[in-house]
């Protein structure tokens, strides 16, 4: 169902109010790892319309490597999130780790994140196809393209077809960055399925300096989307600091963007 033989036209996805995901525009998804306080989301959310962006990314249930690390504000501050994004104009994308959350969450989101971690959470993925909002699919940490397309099928064939694939990295021998971005994937995965394909060049290399080039890359290999970290100071961030954007670095960024698409 996700393959091109099956649909030949790209699929894209309509947020409302003018915001469109997939082929013919270039979506961007900017905000913290992870949804601090008010001060914080309200930080990013004015520099997020400055920029002219309409979609912010932020975790409240976090994927911890250590269960002492923050692990998020929970379903209080989804509310909160999804409140204040509203007032000012913006779609949120956050992500749900387990099968209860998806209907705790689902008043308080515009679009569900599977992260790397749950992409063959395979109950996760069925519950996801019960819904009527769009999905945000995470490659897995170790997961092959074709396994990647097996999970969006998983949502698809339960009924959703809302599905957006995001390149993130995966974990190779290399030690010198947090995980190695395939960029191999989006061609591939361009020419395989109908679906949008976004690229997530934070986590894909971890390291903040080195985002914005793997962001342009991401687009002149044909990605629709590009998902990054971007907060007030990325040095206090609770988690992903090291990878996070601060608010210049975004608006260099954004632009920079803008004019690679153009050029594409
Ligand atoms: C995230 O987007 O903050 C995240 C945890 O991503 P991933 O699942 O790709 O590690
Ligand atoms: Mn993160």
Redesign the pocket.
């Known amino acids: 169902l996700v393959s091109r033989k099956w649909r030949v036209h790209p699929t894209v996805l309509d947020l409302g109010d003018g915001i469109h995901l997939g082929e013919g525009s270039l979506s961007i998804v900017a905000g913290p ?2 949804i601090e306080n008010e001060a914080q989301m309200e930080a990013v959310m004015q520099h997020l319309v400055q920029s002219g962006v309409r979609l912010m990314r932020g ?1 409240v249930f976090k994927p911890r490597s250590s269960p002492y690390s923050f692990r998020g504000l929970g379903l209080a501050g989804l509310r909160d999130f999804y409140r204040l994004a509203r007032q000012h104009g913006l779609r949120i994308v956050t992500e749900v780790m387990q099968v209860s959350q998806v209907e705790e969450m689902y008043d308080y989101v515009d679009v569900f994140q599977v992260g790397a971690r749950n992409t063959q959470n395979f109950n996760l993925l069925d519950a996801l196809g019960g819904v009527d909002k769009p999905v945000l699919l995470k490659r897995g940490v170790s997961g092959t393209i074709e396994e990647l397309l097996h999970s969006a099928e998983y949502i698809f064939s339960g009924g959703n077809e809302h599905i957006i694939l995001c390149e993130r990295g995966i974990r190779t021998f290399e030690t010198a960055s947090r995980n190695t971005l395939d960029l191999n994937a989006v061609p591939i995965l361009k020419e395989k399925t109908h679906l949008p394909v976004f690229v997530d060049p ?2 894909g290399i971890g390291l903040r300096e080195h985002v914005a080039p793997l962001a342009l890359a991401g687009i002149m290999a044909g990605a629709d989307g590009i998902l990054y ?1 971007t907060a007030p100071v990325p040095e206090r961030a609770a ?2 600091g090291q ?1 996070t954007l601060d608010f210049d670095e975004s608006a260099r960024l954004v632009e920079a963007m803008r004019r690679t698409y153009a050029l594409r």
Request: a negative charge.
């Open positions: 790892c992870s975790g934070s986590h970290e988690s992903d990878q």
